[in-house]
Structures are given as structure tokens and as C-alpha cells.
């Protein structure tokens, strides 16, 4: 598994259903892909005055992303996005 390093969080990204309600299926880029995730991981924060300042994100939380914010990587056919905190817009509830 990935570990963070100060203020990035790694992100796993959902899967995308490429069929519709009435079975269509999608190809290619028909859907596009929504910039949802669940974090996977967070780093330990940043100092601030001296002080370590924790993230606002926990490990679970389904969050909305910059798009073009990210860093890919692929491990054991499972795709995570690295990607700092203040890139992170929204926490979904």
C-alpha cells in the first residue's frame, strides 16, 4: 500500500458503470468520469508555526477532486490518485 507523505491523500477511484439503466452500454469516453473517490490513505499533515496541523480528510470519505490535480499510479490492478489536500474541493455526505 501507498503511505502519504505530509499533506497529500491517496484516493481510490470508483468504478464506472459503462452500461445504463436500460442496458445500454457505453463505450470509450460516451460517460465521463466523474472526479469522485474514496480515500485510501492521508498523510501525517503539515507544520504550521512549529505545529503539526492534521488534515480535514479521513481514511473512508468519498471525496470530489480537482480533475487535472492528480497523480496516477496503478498497483495490483487497483488505480490510485495522489493528490494534496487543498486540491480536494468537497467531502460527499
Same mark, same amino acid.
Given at each position: ?8 491523500? /491517496? ?13 445500454? =452500454? ?10 469522485? &473517490?474514496?480515500? &485510501? ?31 496516477? =499510479? ?7 490518485? =495522489?493528490?494534496?489536500?487543498?486540491? /480536494? ?5
Amino acid at each position: 500500500m501507498l503511505k502519504p507523505l505530509h499533506d497529500n491523500v /491517496i484516493l481510490k477511484k470508483e468504478k464506472v458503470e459503462k452500461k445504463t439503466e436500460s442496458g445500454i =452500454i457505453l463505450t470509450g469516453d460516451a460517460k465521463e468520469q466523474p472526479n469522485i &473517490a474514496e480515500v &485510501a490513505a492521508v498523510g501525517e499533515g503539515t507544520y504550521v508555526d512549529g505545529e503539526l496541523k492534521p488534515l480535514t480528510v479521513k481514511v473512508g470519505d468519498k471525496v470530489v477532486y480537482k480533475k487535472y490535480s492528480t497523480t496516477e =499510479i496503478k498497483i495490483n490492478e487497483e488505480e490510485y490518485l =495522489i493528490i494534496a489536500e487543498k486540491d /480536494i474541493l468537497a467531502i460527499v455526505e
